[in-house]
């Protein structure tokens, strides 16, 4: 059973618009949710996470809305660049734990 | 080193064969990951080092599937008896400590195995 959901599996924004991913997770003992970006051939890196005490956390660009009650998180990017193109993973763990579930991905491409 | 390191990049073997993957963590890291990620999937978590120790294998599919890390530092992801269902890329990642809330995981570029 897939602990976490992630759609869609790919995303096509123009330059400057908004890329939306949503994830969603069952596991109510989940309280720490992170993001990771991956280019192709590289291992994921951390974009930006968020604990579930606050509803939203933003990082430059990039903003994480979380909703508790729906057990639902999603990833905004702000004027999305040609270099943003890359595919996302939502993920999901308790906080004092180690082992992280991952969604499906998201392949993002920004077209210039 | 500045990053986490995998080798080989790529690696391609025969059904039956015996492969073993080398993760070398960022210097210092405690803690030390194995995941799995198949096409078109996000990775999916085989293990987790504290030091020397396992402290969650609770991800490693079968009885093929085994790894060390006798140092604490470099650790080796052994398959046996390869299976065409075990082609994947194989990542590795460090952290600080281990704790997921507190630390980040540092993930290296892979190994892409393909089993044959």
Redesign the interface.
Same mark, same amino acid.
């Given at each position: 059973q897939q602990q976490?959901k992630?759609s869609p599996q790919s995303l096509i924004v123009q330059k400057g618009g908004i890329s939306i991913i949503n994830c969603a997770y069952e596991n109510t003992a989940f309280? +720490?949710f992170p993001w990771y970006q991956q280019f192709p !051939?590289?291992?994921?890196?951390?974009l930006i996470a968020i604990?579930p005490d606050v509803s939203e956390k933003k990082e430059g660009r990039f903003t994480i809305s979380f909703n508790k009650s729906a057990k639902q998180f999603s990833l905004h990017i702000m004027d999305s660049q040609p270099g943003d193109s890359a595919t996302y %993973?939502c993920?999901a =763990?308790? +906080? $004092? %734990? $180690?082992? %992280? +579930? %991952?969604? =499906? !991905?998201t392949k993002l491409n920004v077209k210039p | 080193g500045a990053g986490v390191s995998q080798t080989p990049s790529n690696k391609v073997t025969e059904k039956g064969k015996y492969v073993e993957l080398r993760c070398d963590p960022i210097s210092g890291h405690t803690a030390l990951y194995w995941y799995r990620q198949s096409l078109g999937q996000g990775p999916e978590f085989l293990i987790y080092f504290q030091g020397t120790g396992a402290a969650d294998d609770s991800g490693l599919p079968n009885d093929r599937f085994f790894a060390v890390r006798p140092e604490g530092s470099v650790s080796t992801l052994k398959i046996q008896r390869t299976e065409r269902g075990d082609s994947a890329v194989y990542l590795c990642a460090s952290s600080s400590s281990g704790l997921a809330g507190t630390d980040t995981q540092y993930f290296g570029p892979g190994t892409r195995l393909t089993v044959l």
């Open positions: 976490v992630q309280d +720490y !051939g590289k291992g994921p890196a951390l604990r %993973f993920a =763990s308790t +906080y $004092n %734990f $180690n082992k %992280f +579930y %991952f969604g =499906s !991905g | -």
